[in-house]
Structure formats: C-alpha cells, structure tokens
C-alpha cells in the first residue's frame, strides 16, 4: 500500500516537468495558415529516409513544391500519435512570422497550423 502510494506521489511530480519539457504550448490548437503545403516529406537530402519510424517526428521535413524546410522544435505524442511544432526556412515563407512554428502531423507529414512559439 505503501509502495502504491509513493508511486503516485512520484508521478505526480514528474508529469509536470514532462509537459514543461515538452513546451508550454502543446496543448493550443493550430491557428489556421491557409497557403501551408498539404503534405511535407522527409528532407532525404538532409539525411532522413523515407522509411522513418512513423512513431517518431523527423528532425526535418520539406516541401517538395519549393524546397522549404521545417526544423522540428519540439515534439510530444498523443493518442492519435506523434505531433511536432517546426520552424520555417527561410522565414517568413506562407505567411509565418518568426514567432510562430507550424505544427505536424508527423505521422503523415501533414502540416495542422500555426502555433506561438
């Protein structure tokens, strides 16, 4: 019982350190960017197979229509899978301004929308 307990009190105060790890802001909801690509492949020039563990979010993915690049920032998963928060280059390309990352679906590459950085 003892155990038990103490294990619920560990818990406890690790799970808030997780989610500050793992950002402030993985719990907002992707505003819209409507000019975003509807799908992004791993940056294979960078290193990245297209075999990636969908588990997983890639370091870089791009957008194969002109060549944009987005660096994961951090990542988190969710029932539904892992989720990333990315940063553009160059800047400011579909509208994003350097304080807003886009999020992705890592699983498929899909970008979801624009969250504070």
Not at 26 to 40: A, F, G, K, N, Q
């Amino acid at each position: 019982m003892k155990a038990g307990r103490s294990l619920i009190v560990a818990a406890m105060l690790l799970l808030p350190g997780t989610a500050a790890a793992q950002g402030q802001n993985w719990y907002l909801r992707p505003t819209r960017i409507d000019s975003l690509p509807e799908r992004v492949v791993p940056d294979t020039a960078a290193g990245a197979s297209l075999d990636y563990d969908p588990g997983t979010c890639q370091p870089l993915f791009i957008d194969p229509r002109n060549g944009t690049r987005f660096v994961l920032q951090r990542d988190f998963m969710t029932g539904n899978g892992p989720i990333g928060d990315y940063a553009i280059e160059p800047p400011g390309r579909y509208g994003v301004n350097a304080q807003t990352l886009v999020r992705m679906d890592c699983a498929i590459g899909r970008p979801l929308g624009g969250v504070p950085k």
